[in-house]
């Protein structure tokens, strides 16, 4: 079935510092891609998407391009600020399941 | 246009109570999705509902229901609380279009505590 697999966190960086969040999936078809985020207390927010293969989403500094032949969606910053501490979710749309399956989140902090 | 609304924010209960949550979605969404978040299992799938007709359901027990009216507004139902129950509860709503795979939008969550 459709899955999502994200790196494990917590990652810690100093400001300024560079990010990547690493994603691959397992999709049959040819699935939308999310990113989403969630501050603390509040519930998800899209950060960036992206819909067929080499299309990239960007929001807020933040990149990811969906990558077919490797399967990867990669969230990617150049330079963290302080204020991009939460939690990231990859993941995937799966249209015949209704649903949006997502990996486990990454905890992101961001040292001053 | 307002956001995903979930009610209560905050809720205690006790062993073998039983609870109703409840989301009002984006005006003109007609898929609402619940979603399940604890620390250990991370986001988990509990239904989709579109027009009033659950569409998919995740892997929980029977204890866990769902509806949805004819306003796309959506319930669900917790019966018989197990400790394990505490959790963020998260509703979804979505716009449906032809090709699918359509961006959620998410409430603040509903956070459940089973005493």
């Known amino acids: 079935g459709n899955s999502v697999t994200q790196m494990e966190g917590p990652v810690t960086l100093s400001e300024e510092a560079f990010l990547t969040i690493n994603c691959t999936y397992t999709?049959?078809?040819?699935?939308?891609l999310f990113w989403y985020v969630q501050y603390p207390g509040e519930g998800l927010q899209l950060l960036l998407k992206?819909?067929?293969?080499?299309d990239k989403g960007s929001n807020k500094g933040f990149e990811a391009t969906y990558r077919k032949e490797t399967t990867s969606f990669h969230l990617e910053k150049g330079s963290v600020q302080v204020s991009d501490s939460a939690v990231y979710f990859c993941?995937?749309?799966?249209?015949?399941?209704?649903?949006?399956?997502f990996g486990a989140g990454t905890r992101l902090f961001v040292k001053a | 246009k307002a956001g995903v609304t979930q009610t209560p924010r905050y809720l205690i209960k006790t062993r073998g109570q039983q609870v109703t949550l409840s989301c009002s979605p984006i005006?003109?969404?007609?898929?609402v999705s619940w979603y399940q978040q604890t620390p250990g299992q991370g986001l988990q799938f509990l239904f989709e509902?579109?027009?009033?007709?659950?569409?998919n359901k995740g892997n929980f027990p029977g204890r866990f229901s769902g509806r949805q009216f004819s306003n796309s507004r959506s319930e669900m139902n917790v019966s018989t609380l197990e400790l394990g129950d505490s959790a963020l509860y998260l509703c979804?709503?979505?716009?449906?279009?032809?090709?699918?795979?359509?961006?959620?939008?998410f409430g603040p969550g509903t956070r459940l505590t089973v005493l």
């Open positions: 979804a709503s979505s716009l449906v279009t032809r090709g699918g795979n359509n961006e959620q939008f």
């Open positions: 999709a049959t078809g040819y699935p939308s």
């Open positions: 992206a819909t067929k293969a080499d």
């Open positions: 993941a995937l749309g799966d249209t015949g399941g209704f649903k949006t399956i």
């Open positions: 005006s003109g969404h007609r898929s």
């Open positions: 509902y579109f027009s009033e007709t659950q569409r």
